[in-house]
Each structure stands twice: as C-alpha cells, then as structure tokens.
C-alpha cells in the first residue's frame, strides 16, 4: 500500500469522552475505494472510533488523515464533503418531505448564497432513486417506519456524493430483503464510483458475506485486520466474542485454523498478527 492509495489514515490514535479514552493506539489504514466492516463485542469502542475519524471527536494522540490532509484542520464542511455518515437512526426535530431530507446531502457542495443548482436536484433525484424511495415522495420523514428513514439516511448519503462513505448499523431496522438491497448498494457504490465503504456491523455474518476486508475491535484496540477467514477464525470468535463457534455455523470460524489447529489447546488465547489485503471488490447490483 503506497503513500498515495490511502484515503484514511489512523496513527496510534486514542480519545474518549473526558478523561477517559475508550479507543487506544489504534492504527488503521484504509485504501481508497476499498470496502470493510468493523465489528466488535458491546463497548468495544466501535461507535467512538467514527466520531473520531468523522471529527466529532478530537483524538487525545495520534494522528488522523483524510486524503493526505490532517483531520484536525479541516472544517466541517470540508470533511463533509470527504466523508458521508449514516448514523443507526437519527430523530428529525422538524417536519420535512424525504425528498427535502435527502437534499441535505448537497449542503456541502452549494453555493451558500445561491442555494441548489439543477446538478444538486438530479443528483438528490438520483439517490432517490437508487435507494428505492420513489414510493415515499412527498411524505413526512417522521412519519415513517424505522427501517424507511434508515434508507432515507442512506439517501442522504448518496447525495452527498463523498469519496468515503461511513456507516453505523445500516441494517439494523431492515428486513432481510432489504437488508440485501442495502450492502448491494454498497457495493454498487465501492464498484461503479470508487467510493471507499466503511461500515460497523453487528451481524458478523452479513459482514463476512458481504465485505472482503474485517477490521476486529476489543476493548478499544484493533485486535484483527484481514479477510474474513483469518479476522474472524474460531480463535478470535471464542477470544473476542466469547462465544463457542460451533453454535455459529455458516461462518469461516467454523473451517480448522492455522492457529487452532497447531495447538493441542482448543481455547488457547495466543495472539496473531493482523494481516491486511487488498481486497477484490465483487460486482454491485445496478438498481
């Protein structure tokens, strides 16, 4: 990985809240228009580590670079238009249709006197499109399920038409059908627009299935980094996880590790380094 393909940049990075740090001297770097998960138990730091790469967080040391530029120096409005956030669910405090809701992904690129240009309407009318919303026009954003103003945050997101897009839990108020459409999107994005796709996942499953690259979080530092079958063998599900693999099958924790498997001790916690790839994206699903 060269200087000049890292989009994301993570070096020796700790913060918290106060005068507790909750991530700790965590080194990630990120290729751009590559695609990854971050997982990890409950508390393990996942949601703290995208306020701090989003800068709603200032790191307590280390460095963050976006696009070779210090985070740190950049202002909002810069790194809104470097890095797309889909939060798990956002309460809207006013009235707003879905398609005014999906425009405030163009705010960053506007002329703040001038307001949306004919390119920022068809690029919101494309989002909507792509995310499947159509249906959803002229409704209030409130008044939706919880799983509709999800794809609506999403929308927002294709809008806003950054290099990195970031998301936490996008699939958590999703049925499975949609669910699917939603990392096919992903993808589609990563293939077809270069786009550098990070997201926190709970279901390691939909992770493995779905993203080629497993960044593993465990009490604030990054313990794995690789393919999904060396991030996520059965060692580090047993370690990580604390959770016996063959009550998860399906998964490449349950394949004979190297780890494992030179060692008569099945639930041996003996580290491994980290491995990381560059990862072949596969093909997205044009909607």
């Known amino acids: 990985m060269t200087e000049r393909d890292v ?9 918290g809240y106060g005068r507790h740090d909750v991530i700790h001297e965590v080194d990630l770097r ?27 967080l200032a790191p307590t040391a280390g460095e963050i670079h976006v696009g ?34 999906v425009a405030l992904g163009r705010l960053p690129h506007e002329d703040p006197l001038r307001g949306p ?30 799983g509709e103003r999800q794809l609506v945050l999403l929308a927002v997101a294709v809008a806003q038409a ?4 970031i998301l936490d839990e996008p699939t958590v108020h999703l049925d499975i059908r949609h669910q699917v459409e939603v ?3 992903l993808a589609d994005l990563n293939v077809r627009e270069g786009r550098t796709v990070i997201a926190v996942l709970h279901d390691l499953h939909l992770a493995v299935r779905t993203l080629p ?15 999904p079958a060396e991030a996520l063998d059965a060692d580090r599900i047993r370690d990580v996880f604390g959770v016996d693999p063959a009550v998860m099958p399906d998964g490449p924790w349950s394949r004979p590790t190297r780890r494992s ?17 560059a990862p072949t994206a596969p093909a997205g699903t044009a909607r």
């Open 7 to 15: 989009i994301l940049d993570l070096a020796g990075v700790s913060g």
């Open 30 to 56: 990120v290729r751009a228009g590559e695609r990854l998960a971050i997982v990890g138990p409950n508390g393990a730091g996942k949601s703290t580590l995208l306020r701090l790469v989003t800068g709603l």
């Open 213 to 227: 690259r497993i960044v593993v979080l465990d009490a604030g530092r990054l313990v794995a980094d690789g393919p």
């Open 68 to 101: 070779g530029q210090p985070l740190r120096g950049l202002s909002r409005e810069a790194i809104a238009r470097r890095i797309a956030v889909v939060p798990q669910l956002a309460s809207l405090p006013f009235s707003a249709r879905v398609e005014e809701v």
């Open 183 to 185: 990392m096919d999107l």
């Open 162 to 165: 950054a290099p990195i897009v």
């Open 261 to 277: 498997s030179s060692r008569p001790s099945a639930g041996s916690t003996e580290p491994t380094g980290s491995t990381e790839t």
């Open 117 to 146: 240009r004919p390119v920022d309407r068809a690029i919101v009318a494309d989002a909507i499109d792509r995310v499947g919303l159509g249906r959803l026009i002229g409704r209030d954003a409130r008044e939706l399920s919880l």
